[in-house]
């Protein structure tokens, strides 16, 4: 098994490399680095969360926690204590980074969908699923912040006798409920639009499993937290959310890069003209794969929206 170093650098090494083709496919699509979108500057705050979980994750692995069996608290020495504080502040910047991450990549495919939807019936289940995002991050950072732990630096005190100022048990379960149910809502928005569309079943199967990618950060939020309950006491939990993060950050990533690939690899688009040279479908600018008729309705250049998502 990898050091936590070492696989957490690999999947950021990964990372970095799928970012830069995200925005150069974007300058290739959008024609300019000057027209990149609110969704392309949130990525970019998100990596910079994501950066800092990476970093603060492998100073946290080398030190303990105020986790600590209640039979251990008169082995405490002076050094322990603080050791044990440090670490414990910096689980709560682990906590807020990963979360900003998560959510991060949530907002950014949100705005894409906005877009893709816009002026079909469906814009409305983007809004529902938007507000539905945002409100559950607020619950769950209220209840971090305000309700679990009081006061809040017990987050950190050495010893402390509230065990969600430790183990932090319903903010862990509250973040997979609100987490796993927003990911679901989200993967549910395209899916119901390439289904109905006319692209050929190949392509539509392809573009499903592209859109799909979810699924992984869903399996990636079960194990994570399921080695949070199990493994609390070892270093299992911090592989997880790296993995988790880093997979949320791969698919929120993936579905902007199909315009570099394919002027790489000089695939034809899935509305280039067939054989007889008609074009089967027209394009949007966004991803070059989803027809301008998903979802039986067309999507319309207006002032507000002059790319014609």
Same mark, same amino acid.
């Given at each position: 098994?990898?050091?936590?170093?070492?696989?957490?650098?690999?999947?950021?090494?990964?990372?970095?490399?799928?970012?830069?083709?995200?925005?150069?496919?974007?300058?290739?699509?959008?024609?300019?680095?000057?027209?990149?979108?609110?969704?392309?500057?949130?990525?970019?705050?998100?990596? !910079?969360?994501?950066?800092?979980?990476?970093?603060?994750?492998?100073?946290?692995?080398?030190?303990?926690?105020?986790?600590?069996?209640?039979?251990?608290?008169?082995?405490?020495?002076?050094?322990?204590?603080?050791?044990?504080?440090?670490?414990?502040?910096?689980?709560?910047?682990?906590?807020?980074?990963?979360?900003?991450?998560?959510?991060?990549?949530?907002?950014?495919?949100?705005?894409?969908?906005?877009?893709?939807?816009? !002026?079909?019936?469906?814009?409305?289940?983007?809004?529902?699923?938007?507000?539905?995002?945002?409100?559950?991050?607020?619950?769950?950072?209220?209840?971090?912040?305000?309700?679990?732990?009081?006061?809040?630096?017990?987050?950190?005190?050495?010893?402390?006798?509230?065990?969600?100022?430790?183990?932090?048990?319903?903010?862990?379960?509250?973040?997979?409920?609100?987490?796993?149910?927003?990911?679901?809502?989200?993967?549910?928005?395209?899916?119901?639009?390439?289904?109905?569309?006319?692209?050929?079943?190949?392509?539509?199967?392809?573009?499903?499993?592209?859109?799909?990618? @979810?699924?992984?950060?869903?399996?990636?939020?079960?194990?994570?937290?399921?080695?949070?309950?199990?493994?609390?006491?070892?270093?299992?939990?911090?592989?997880?959310?790296?993995?988790?993060?880093?997979?949320?950050?791969?698919?929120?990533?993936?579905?902007?890069?199909?315009?570099?690939?394919?002027?790489?690899?000089?695939?034809?688009?899935?509305?280039?003209?067939?054989?007889? @040279?008609?074009?089967?479908?027209?394009?949007?600018?966004?991803?070059?794969?989803?027809?301008?008729?998903? !979802? !039986?309705?067309?999507?319309?250049?207006?002032?507000?929206?002059?790319? @014609?998502?």
């Amino acid at each position: 098994m990898l050091s936590l170093a070492a696989e957490s650098w690999m999947l950021y090494g990964i990372a970095c490399v799928v970012l830069i083709c995200r925005y150069v496919s974007r300058w290739l699509q959008l024609g300019s680095v000057s027209r990149y979108q609110i969704e392309d500057y949130i990525m970019i705050s998100v990596f !910079g969360f994501y950066t800092t979980l990476l970093v603060t994750m492998n100073i946290v692995v080398h030190y303990p926690t105020n986790f600590i069996q209640p039979k251990d608290v008169p082995n405490l020495t002076p050094e322990l204590v603080t050791a044990r504080i440090y670490g414990s502040k910096i689980v709560v910047i682990v906590e807020q980074t990963m979360i900003m991450t998560i959510w991060g990549c949530k907002l950014s495919l949100l705005y894409f969908y906005h877009k893709l939807t816009f !002026g079909l019936v469906q814009e409305w289940a983007v809004k529902i699923v938007a507000a539905y995002t945002c409100i559950t991050w607020l619950l769950m950072e209220v209840l971090y912040f305000l309700v679990w732990c009081r006061p809040f630096t017990e987050y950190w005190a050495v010893p402390t006798d509230n065990i969600q100022c430790t183990a932090a048990t319903h903010h862990l379960l509250t973040n997979f409920i609100f987490n796993v149910s927003s990911d679901l809502f989200i993967m549910c928005i395209p899916l119901p639009l390439l289904i109905r569309s006319k692209l050929p079943l190949a392509k539509k199967l392809m573009l499903c499993l592209l859109f799909s990618l @979810g699924i992984f950060v869903i399996l990636c939020a079960v194990l994570n937290k399921y080695n949070s309950f199990k493994h609390y006491n070892n270093a299992m939990w911090t592989y997880w959310y790296i993995r988790e993060t880093s997979t949320a950050v791969y698919t929120a990533n993936v579905p902007m890069c199909w315009a570099l690939v394919r002027r790489i690899f000089n695939v034809r688009a899935f509305n280039s003209p067939d054989r007889n @040279g008609i074009a089967r479908l027209p394009e949007t600018p966004n991803i070059d794969d989803i027809p301008a008729t998903i !979802g !039986g309705g067309e999507f319309r250049k207006t002032n507000n929206n002059p790319a @014609g998502y």
